[in-house]
Nanobody, 125 residues
């Protein structure tokens, strides 16, 4: 499976963006899909994740209440809706997939080994 991330851009504090991660080559069935962020000088971390075949999701503490991860089976795409954006959300955002990831491991970066390219999100006035 290949992943194509898009949707980044420049937004003012308090604004919203929706990132998209489209799979090609095969479907996301039996995969977990995560959105990571990596700010300059920091490690890549899981922001949100879901299991394609079920309802399980994971959110980092900073994402809870502001971000929502969802999927569209017909489009084989995972979305990250980001609301109430803050300057500290500025980062490269990557989508990644892991085959057979269990629910308790959704927040573990080592659960994912298929990566898309990053899309830059800049939150600034």
């Amino acid at each position: 499976v290949q992943l194509q991330a898009s949707g980044g851009g420049l937004v003012q504090p308090g604004g919203s963006l929706r990132l998209s991660c489209k799979a090609s080559g095969r479907t996301f069935y039996n995969y977990a899909v995560a959105w990571f962020c990596q700010a300059p000088g920091k490690e890549r971390e899981v922001v949100a994740a879901l299991k394609w075949s079920g309802l399980s999701t994971y959110y980092s503490d900073s994402a809870k209440g502001r971000f929502a991860i969802s999927r569209d089976g017909a489009k084989n795409t995972v979305y990250l809706q980001m609301n109430s954006l803050k300057p500290e959300d500025t980062a490269l955002y990557y989508c990644a997939a892991g085959l057979g990831t269990i629910t308790s491991a959704l927040g573990n970066p080592r659960s994912y080994n298929i990566w898309g390219q990053g899309t830059l999100v800049t939150v600034s006035s």
